[in-house]
């Protein structure tokens, strides 16, 4: 009710404000006959697998064994995609992308900070809603905290990276992630909106200041000419990074909560222990994508830019 016009609308205005060239049939039909479709499906089959693998996790632990098969076999078939892709005649990403290692780098940092970041969105409710009874609205409006926040430093830290370089911003960003991923294993068994809050709310700032300069930072690695796939490939791994973080914050945490189908107050310690621990878990991601951006910079800055 909400995305459809949205959409609409924007695609009425974008289709009126960018310039798009005129195609002939030819020119379409060309590189469609020749592209490598094969290796399309088996990607398509992946994605739907691995997105689907989340439901099973969510659902019940009693699926948890099923969920698991289906997102090892998801992410075995989109790995095995990019190969096959990689060795075609006729590839969907060009290898000068895809062997790119400083815009890969970038690329994999925000995979993780993505998947870091979803973790909050997934258990938030079930440690608001399930664990404290607390309405459904005010838990609503607890959550879109961090979507406020990010919206108002988003722009800051792209306006910022434009004077001062991507590197610290991007640095900062993943520190400032890092805490508020620590700061989630501190709620406490009794209800307390200031230790609930502050987590949330860092976790806003640390992935506004992170997601534009990290994107500047990895489109500069590219050549002008692919950036058109470098985008397609940087809203493939935010996506992917989202789907992924779901199906492992589910599992960690309903797999230390064996035959427990509903979080309720009377689980306690028990489920706080677990909901602790999956964040700890989203800690050393966060941790890992920090030291792969440090990589990524210190190669920067070691190497001329690929225009």
């Not at 909050?120 to 609503?140: A, E, V």
């Not at 050549?223 to 935010?238: C, D, I, Y």
């Amino acid at each position: 009710m909400i995305n459809v016009p949205l959409g609409v609308i924007f695609s009425l205005i974008g289709y009126r404000v960018f310039h798009f060239p005129k195609m002939t049939k030819q020119t379409i039909e060309q590189p469609l006959k020749n592209a490598n479709w094969l290796g399309q499906g088996i990607f398509s089959v992946g994605i739907i697998v691995l997105s689907l693998s989340s439901l099973f996790f969510q659902s019940a632990s009693a699926r948890y064994l099923v969920g698991s098969l289906a997102f090892l076999i998801g992410a075995a078939l989109t790995v095995y995609s990019f190969i096959q892709d990689d060795r075609s005649e006729s590839p969907w990403i060009s290898p000068h992308v895809l062997r790119n290692k400083r815009f890969m780098l970038s690329m994999f940092a925000l995979f993780l900070a993505m998947l870091t970041n979803v973790a909050s969105n997934i258990l938030l409710p079930f440690y608001l809603q399930s664990f404290h009874r607390i309405n459904p609205m005010i838990s609503g409006l607890v959550m879109v905290l961090q979507s406020v926040v990010m919206l108002i430093i988003a722009p800051i830290a792209g306006r910022l990276s434009d004077k001062i370089g991507s590197s610290k911003l991007i640095l900062s960003g993943i520190l400032v992630l890092i805490l508020s991923q620590i700061g989630y294993t501190f709620y406490p068994l009794q209800l307390n909106w200031l230790l609930v809050l502050l987590p949330i709310l860092l976790n806003g700032v640390g992935m506004g200041i992170f997601l534009s300069p990290n994107n500047s930072l990895a489109m500069s690695f590219v050549e002008k000419q692919f950036t058109g796939v470098a985008g397609s490939l940087t809203s493939f791994f935010r996506t992917i990074g989202m789907s992924l973080g779901i199906s492992i914050a589910s599992a960690v945490l309903f797999a230390q909560l064996p035959g427990v189908r509903y979080i309720t107050p009377q689980l306690g310690a028990h489920f706080l222990r677990a909901f602790h621990n999956v964040f700890w878990v989203m800690t050393f991601l966060a941790v890992v994508c920090l030291l792969l951006s440090i990589y990524a910079i210190s190669t920067d800055q070691k190497k001329p830019r690929e225009r």
